[in-house]
């Protein structure tokens, strides 16, 4: 049995923000749901957070997420007087609890899984009464320093600023990350004393109090690092992507300049797809076999066919089917739905609409709650006048229908089925299968007409 608490009670004063330290986020999640997804995947009976700093806050951003995270206990430690004093708050939540209790900093984002799950499988087979993860680092400057015989029993833990000169020259720190038989901790939690040079209740105390404790050391120390500036915070962002790149490229994605490229986590791609560079991939999105992405694109919570070519445009939560080809300059947006075989390019934008195959929209268009049939072709500059200033209406145009530059479509409006509409025509009312819609002011031709020469100019 494993319950998981997370310790995310402080205001993390190095990050100079108003913003508890755990709610920033490291790409698409915050450093708290980062720590808290991975602990899930060793699937806990019980998840526990400590919030304190602007704990409502906290609960109300996890709250936001659904269900995700609707068992999640919310422990409040309502001064914050170090780790150890965080941990004595679970007390009364875990009276008569018989297990392993898995503690994780909350601003430890970039811990793997699979670290976790070593750690507690040392702490079983060794029935140890502590285990703690740990790590051989070039500059351990700040983290507590770890000291264990060479069984990896741990001896002592002292926090940096309580090292002395020489023991701070040990570079075996504390990652942060530990697991404990609850039961031992939780007779020794009430012993802790804050006489140390913060005058805090250190965690590390109660591991010094514990026997017999063993360390695991990481393997990619990389995993550990602590966010407590916004620096640390920006190298663990580009940790973090350097892992998920590397992860897509060892799965047949061609990334051009990965370096320029940024991919959420939440993100699917499959292989033989090629990503150019100044490419952002958000959100919930899947990009299908030989498409090709960029350079200098957006795709936001959007599903990608297979065969797409998407160039300098900006794609959220749309759909795009295979073969179709998005940009230059294209924006689709709230919920456009592209068929197979389309053309969307220079300067348009859709929103809200469903275009079926083979349809194309080349240049400076805006087509807003449309719902566009299959070869149609959607002339420069047609706009639909979707918005009555209190209300959205939709255009219906269908199969095999023509628009004409400069057209206006004032919704609602339907078109029906290989229909032509004239050039500069602003059409109001809507027109049947089967014909050309006119409608735009005659031309006028005066023969003969010259302007009057005005008194003033011919006086010299
Ligand atoms: C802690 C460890 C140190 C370790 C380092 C690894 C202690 C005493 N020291 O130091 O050995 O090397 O983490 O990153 O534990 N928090 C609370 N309530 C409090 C104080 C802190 O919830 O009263 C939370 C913070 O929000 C943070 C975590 O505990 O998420 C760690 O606190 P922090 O002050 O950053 O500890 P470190 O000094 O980094
Ligand atoms: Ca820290």
Redesign the pocket.
């Known amino acids: 049995m494993v319950a998981v608490a997370?310790?995310?009670?402080?205001?993390?004063t190095r990050m100079k923000s108003d913003l508890?330290?755990?709610l920033h986020c490291l790409g698409s999640r915050s450093?708290v749901e980062r720590v808290l997804d991975g602990a899930t995947e060793i699937n806990p009976l019980r998840r526990l957070v400590?919030?304190?700093?602007r704990g409502e806050l906290v609960k109300e951003e996890m709250t936001r997420q659904g269900d995700r995270y609707a068992d999640v206990e919310f422990v409040e430690?309502t001064?914050?007087?170090?780790?150890?004093?965080?941990i004595q708050q679970l007390l009364p939540h875990l009276k008569g609890f018989e297990g392993s209790l898995l503690v994780l900093?909350?601003?430890?984002p970039l811990l793997r899984p699979a670290t976790l799950q070593r750690l507690l499988e040392t702490h079983r087979e060794h029935n140890n009464a502590a285990t703690i993860l740990t790590a051989q680092i070039l500059n351990p400057k700040?983290?507590?320093?770890?000291f264990c015989d060479g069984n990896n029993i741990l001896t002592q833990?002292v926090?940096?600023r309580d090292c002395s000169p020489a023991q701070k020259q040990n570079r075996r720190?504390?990652?942060?990350i530990y697991c404990f038989r609850w039961q031992d901790l939780e007779a020794v939690l009430p012993n802790l004393t804050s006489n140390n040079d913060?005058q805090?209740?250190?965690?590390?105390?109660a591991v010094n109090y514990l026997s017999p404790v063993m360390t695991v050391d990481v393997d990619d120390h990389q995993e550990?690092l602590?966010i407590?500036d916004r620096q640390q915070l920006a190298t663990a962002y580009g940790i973090l992507q350097t892992r998920i790149k590397n992860d897509w490229m060892a799965q047949g994605v061609t990334l051009i300049d990965p370096d320029s490229i940024t991919i959420e986590d939440t993100v699917t791609l499959e292989a033989d797809v090629v990503i150019e560079p100044q490419t952002h991939l958000r959100g919930n999105t899947l990009i299908q076999t030989k498409s090709r992405i960029g350079p200098g694109s957006l795709i936001e919570n959007s599903q990608i066919g297979e065969n797409v070519t998407v160039l300098f445009s900006v794609v959220t939560d749309s759909i795009v089917k295979s073969g179709s080809r998005i940009g230059p300059y294209a924006h689709l947006r709230g919920h456009a739905e592209v068929g197979a075989g389309c053309r969307i390019g220079n300067f348009v934008e859709l929103k809200n609409s469903t275009l079926g195959d083979r349809t194309n929209a080349s240049h400076l268009s805006y087509l807003g709650d449309a719902t566009i049939g299959t070869q149609v072709n959607i002339g420069g500059g047609t706009i639909t006048a979707n918005y009555d200033g209190v209300k959205k209406h939709r255009t219906t145009i269908g199969d095999r229908s023509k628009t004409g530059v400069n057209n206006a479509l004032i919704a609602p409006l339907t078109i029906g089925e290989d229909v032509t509409i004239a050039a500069g025509s602003t059409i109001s009312e809507d027109v049947p299968n089967d014909c050309l819609a006119i409608a735009r002011a005659r031309q006028v031709v005066k023969h003969g007409w010259r302007m009057k020469a005005r008194s003033s100019e011919t006086e010299t």
């Open positions: 997370i310790l995310a009670a402080g205001r993390g508890p330290k755990v450093l400590i919030v304190g700093y430690q001064e914050q007087l170090g780790t150890g004093h965080a900093n909350g601003d430890v700040g983290y507590g320093r770890v833990i926090e940096d720190v504390n990652a942060g913060q805090e209740y250190y965690l590390t105390d550990i602590g407590n």
